[in-house]
């Protein structure tokens, strides 16, 4: 299979964390991706032109993040990053959802400086994107998922956790203290953290 990913991006950096995870990447090829890039062939594999995407072995593609960590824990036997029990099945995707919702949020606070000329960016419009991310931190806290278990939604947080420390849309360590520890702990029991640092 070929990801077409990269580590930068805190969607790409989630099927990266969850084939090492899971012991598949001798069975993944990865390729870095562009989206800016009108020739690249991330366009081709995927209309929207997002990363991450994944070629499989009879040339279909799969996107986006979400499927490809369904297809990972599948092709890994099942139940290993998304439960099959109902109800805790429930709570990991929906605490996916909401990780993948701050780093969407996040994006879009980057893609205003990085898309649109500075006279043109809109501080009110910025603010409504930082509280998505600042009610998403409060809500985390007030409920922490257990970091020693590594979940397409810890997973997904972890990496929603890194983009910010990386593009600092928001202080989180300041303003969520909690969560500091959380993302220690799970540093700790898994390397794949550190691993798919960019
Ligand atoms: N829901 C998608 C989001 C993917 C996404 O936004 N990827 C960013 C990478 S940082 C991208 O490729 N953006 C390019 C664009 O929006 O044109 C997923 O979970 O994979």
Redesign the pocket.
């Known amino acids: 299979m070929i990801l077409r990913t990269t580590n930068s991006?805190?969607?790409?950096r989630k099927p990266m964390m969850a084939a090492r995870y899971l012991g598949l990447m001798d069975r993944i090829k990865v390729e870095p991706a562009d989206?800016l890039d009108p020739n690249d062939v991330l366009r081709r594999d995927n209309p929207l032109?997002?990363?991450?995407v994944l070629i499989l072995d009879d040339g279909r593609s799969i996107?986006?993040?979400?499927v490809i960590l369904e297809h990972f824990d599948h092709l890994a036997g099942g139940n290993r990053i998304i439960p099959s029990d109902w109800d805790q099945r429930m709570d990991v995707l929906t605490l996916q959802a909401l990780a993948?919702g701050m780093s969407?949020a996040g994006?879009l606070i980057v893609y205003e400086g990085r898309h649109r000329p500075e006279d043109k960016h809109h501080e009110p419009w910025l603010a409504y994107q930082r509280g998505k991310i600042e009610r998403a931190l409060a809500s985390l806290a007030a409920n922490l998922p257990d970091p020693t278990r590594i979940t397409a939604g810890t997973i997904a947080l972890s990496a929603a956790l890194g983009y910010l420390d990386w593009r600092k849309q928001v202080d989180w360590r300041q303003t969520t203290p909690a969560l500091v520890p959380w993302l220690e702990t799970f540093r700790k029991t898994s390397p794949i953290y550190d691993e798919t640092a960019a």
């Open positions: 991006s805190p969607f790409g989206p032109g997002k990363m991450p996107f986006d993040s979400r993948d969407d994006i």
